[in-house]
């Protein structure tokens, strides 16, 4: 079993930036890829970032350039540093995890609201 904490969700006004942080624990030792996705409402939930266990990252477009997606293995997090933030952004981001044994787990969620 995975589990995933996320924190740093907020309010920000349009063009402001906000860290998100993930902190896996359980056997982690399985995981080998993790991403972040978001819903906003009324929406599908959608993928916006994820970074393998080796360190290659995809973005979604509609993210690329303003969001970075990075992990600190000594300290079992993944952090996504959103810049330039727009209102199209505001949805819950979501933490994943993907294991070897095809198993994905989910954090709880975090709000992120971008307005004036």
């Known amino acids: 079993q995975v589990q995933l904490v996320e924190s740093g969700g907020g309010l920000v006004q349009p063009g402001g930036s906000l860290r998100l942080s993930c902190a896996a624990s359980g056997t982690i030792f399985s995981i080998y890829v993790m991403g972040w996705y978001r819903q906003a409402p009324g929406k599908q939930r959608e993928s916006v970032a994820a970074?393998?266990?080796?360190?290659?990252?995809t973005y979604a477009d509609s993210v690329k350039g303003r969001f970075t997606i990075s992990n600190d293995n000594a300290k079992n997090t993944v952090y996504l540093q959103m810049n330039s933030l727009k209102p199209e952004d505001t949805a819950v981001y979501y933490c994943s995890a993907n294991t070897a044994t095809m198993d994905r787990y989910w954090g709880q969620g975090t709000q992120v609201t971008v307005s004036s």
């Open positions: 970074i393998t266990n080796g360190g290659t990252t």
